[in-house]
């Protein structure tokens, strides 16, 4: 009888903003996880060579890593300059700076589109888009793009759940880029969520792994898995039989009041190491409630 591989479980940095490589490394090992989504900000004065030498060390593999510039479009939270050639530019290079490290795929998005028209806004994003992955073939690694749950509050992106994902790779030339999936982001975006899921697993590069509670309290207050309201188990279902075997990467924002609003329950008041046992464990909860439900053919 053969069996179901067990997830490839990953910690993205972007959600471990307190630590150092070292210390994610350390965290990682100690926690299930045999990836890290390295943000390239976090690399500092290292060379990539010396982080790739760490984590092969460690037996700790490049997930979906982040460029230091990772949207296209400026805004307000978001690192870099305003000038959209000037972003593109360090995107490029955070492309290739991030390809010594042989991750399964570099992380983009749009950004807002500020005072741009909607459709200026998203030609040049798609312009943007192009080239970036241009670049990334050039270095021989995919992207991975990311769709958004809204506009508002959050203000990070022009394009919204998976239909328009895919229109807007197309409107770009590049239909081949694969597919950031974020639970949080996409969860309750489409009453066909689950088979929209299971027909573009093939595209999708990386899983965010997260949570959706109710109430929200804004758009960094969001959950570990099992934690929140949606069908994890479902959505894991639908990415296995659509073919999806790649990492589900912690990723979760918890506004602990450095964004301005300090939850009492933020996640990020745990301490980092137990907020990654936890993930683990409710990934790991979700997939075998995904494998029971299979097999007792309620699915």
């Given at each position: 009888m053969m069996t179901t591989p067990r997830p490839k479980y990953s910690l993205c940095e972007l959600a471990f903003p307190d630590t150092t490589i070292t210390e994610d490394i350390a965290i990682a090992r100690n926690t299930h996880a045999t990836g890290l989504s390295i943000d390239e900000g976090k690399i500092g004065d290292r060379t990539p060579a010396e982080v790739a030498a760490e984590m092969k060390a460690a037996g700790i593999k490049a997930a979906a890593c982040v460029p230091a510039v990772m949207a296209f479009?400026?805004?307000?939270?978001?690192?870099?300059?305003?000038?959209?050639?000037?972003?593109?530019?360090?995107?490029?290079?955070?492309?290739?700076?991030?390809?010594?490290?042989?991750?399964?795929?570099?992380?983009?998005?749009?950004?807002?589109?500020?005072?741009?028209?909607?459709?200026?806004?998203?030609?040049?994003?798609?312009?943007?888009?192009?080239?970036?992955?241009?670049?990334?073939?050039?270095?021989?690694?995919?992207?991975?793009?990311?769709?958004?749950?809204?506009?508002?509050?959050?203000?990070?992106?022009?394009?919204?759940?998976?239909?328009?994902?895919?229109?807007?790779?197309?409107?770009?030339?590049r239909p081949d880029v694969g597919l950031a999936y974020d639970i949080w982001h996409l969860w309750g975006s489409s009453d066909r969520l689950l088979e929209q899921t299971r027909e573009l697993a093939p595209r999708v590069n990386v899983v965010q792994l997260n949570d959706y509670k109710e109430p929200l309290r804004s758009w960094n207050d969001r959950v570990l898995p099992g934690d929140g309201i949606a069908d994890l188990p479902g959505i894991f279902a639908a990415l296995r039989e659509g073919g999806y075997d790649g990492w589900y990467d912690l990723e979760v924002f918890s506004d602990d009041g450095r964004w301005g609003m300090d939850f009492p329950d933020s996640v990020w008041k745990l301490p980092w190491e137990e907020q990654a046992r936890r993930g683990y464990e409710g990934l790991m909860r979700a997939w075998d409630a995904s494998l029971a439900t299979k097999e007792g053919g309620q699915r």
């Open positions: 479009l400026p805004g307000e939270r978001l690192r870099g300059p305003d000038s959209v050639p000037e972003r593109v530019a360090l995107m490029q290079e955070g492309v290739r700076r991030l390809s010594e490290l042989e991750p399964t795929s570099i992380l983009c998005l749009t950004g807002p589109r500020g005072e741009l028209p909607q459709a200026e806004a998203r030609k040049v994003a798609a312009d943007a888009l192009h080239q970036l992955a241009e670049t990334a073939d050039e270095a021989g690694v995919p992207l991975s793009f990311e769709t958004f749950r809204y506009a508002e509050p959050q203000n990070l992106s022009l394009v919204f759940g998976l239909d328009d994902a895919l229109a807007f790779l197309d409107e770009a030339g």
